[in-house]
């Protein structure tokens, strides 16, 4: 089986690619902008091939499909920052969408039948019509950053592509995933990075955060991959499904939670800078058709992946 991981380098793609080699009988492609193995992904070589190319490049990536000539590709790569999709909205686009449509014109161009697994996002839906609201994947798209309107645009896209000119897309709706490995651009890994380098002596004991009022639902990045495995397996082409936990946490809770793994007494500072601008509800997910049509079902609590991701973050030195 020959497969493709566009941002297989990435925080999803890494645990991804682990997973799918895990499996056997594959053989195993990452394309990134820069072919370049983070130090975590190390224990891969030579199993995976890095491959660089520019996603934007439709002729680019045409000539890597017709060489490596996949039966599936798993497109995670793309532009994540939420926050500073505001200052860079060009960048966001062209990230999301740009590089999303130059694939899907590759793989027409070149005539193959991948099947494809698209990840977008679950800020698709943007904010619920009430703190109770369920959102399955029914409900209206309404992003409310450039982030979040990319992906929208990249998700219908594919809908598109699979009905004509009719490639085998999946489309993957993934919350907030988290766990070791993830930049600590994003809350939950700053926070243990932070907690870890006070541990050390290398902080005073004071934690700097964004907003802890919002509520997120959190699944850890080993069972989101887990997820995108089934739905390449039994997911509908065309379809779409949410990825997520169900449960929403706040993320004063998420640090409590952290903070009381590591016994540590702490000052929390809120800092304007680390503020969205805008700070999205966040509705209870319903991922039931994600269950029901593929058997998933998230195997690690919040306080094993916390705690996996403070590990990883003892193990640095920053």
Known sequence: MRIVVTGGTGFAGGWLAEALLARGGVELFSLSRRAVRPPESADMAPQMSLLACDLCDSDAVEAVLRDIRPQQIYHLAGYAQVGKSFDEPDVAWSGNLTATRALYEAAVRWGGRPRI????SGLVYGDPDGPDQSQDEGCLLRPNSPYAASKAAADLLSYQTAVNPGLDIV????FNHIGPRQSSQFAVANFARQAAAIERGELPPVLET????????????????????????????????????GQNVAMQTVLDRLLALTGLKVEVRQ???????????????????LRRETGWAPKFSLDQTLLD?????RSRQE
């Open 210 to 245: 964004g907003n802890l009022g919002s509520r997120r639902d959190m699944t850890d990045v080993r069972d989101t991959v887990a997820a995108y495995v089934l739905l390449m397996q039994k997911g509908r082409s065309g379809e779409a499904y949410n990825v997520g936990s």
């Open 271 to 289: 800092r304007a800078e680390l503020m969205r601008v805008v700070d999205q509800a966040v509705a209870r997910v319903d991922a039931s058709k």
């Open 117 to 120: 697994l698209f990840a977008g």
């Open 171 to 174: 489309r993957a709706r993934p």
């Open 309 to 313: 991701t403070l590990d990883y973050w």
